[in-house]
């Protein structure tokens, strides 16, 4: 049985950061891995600095979702998140690594988060990080 063929790391990261933009939410890239075949990492960054890694998996369907790999059951301090996805950069040079600016964990492209955790409207948590 023959492989659907997969979307380029750079395109799909490329896509993450116009949904972003789109949605009025600041996304940058941290890490620049392989353009064809690299990982990627989404990091959510509150405002506060604390936040989490959103880590790509497999599901028993074949489907592609996403489960926090750090930040999980509270945000943790940046300067942990940072420690985890540099770890992750050295074992694995290809990886690729977004940082999200959100109040709660969200997909830009609204894959599916692990657990069934609701994504988070991004037009919403765009209109929380700029609330005054």
Not at 31 to 59: E, H, N, Q
Not at 81 to 97: A, G, I, M, S, T
Not at 121 to 132: G, S, T, V, Y
Request: hydrophobic residues 45%; charged residues 25%.
């Amino acid at each position: 049985m023959e492989e659907p063929p997969r979307l380029r790391a750079r395109t799909w990261v490329e896509a993450c950061l116009l949904a972003c933009r789109s949605a009025g939410v600041m996304a940058t890239v941290l890490a620049r891995g392989d353009a064809d075949a690299g990982i990627v990492l989404l990091k959510w960054r509150r405002p506060d600095g604390s936040g989490g890694v959103l880590s790509p998996f497999t599901t028993l369907a074949g489907e592609r979702a996403w489960r926090l790999a750090i930040g999980g059951q509270a945000p943790v301090a940046e300067a942990d998140v940072d420690v985890y996805w540099q770890r992750q950069r050295d074992r694995d040079p290809d990886l690729w690594v977004i940082e999200v600016e959100s109040q709660t964990p969200w997909h830009p492209l609204n894959e599916p988060l692990e657990g069934g955790a609701e994504v988070d409207d991004p037009a919403i948590a765009a209109a929380a990080l700029f609330k005054r």
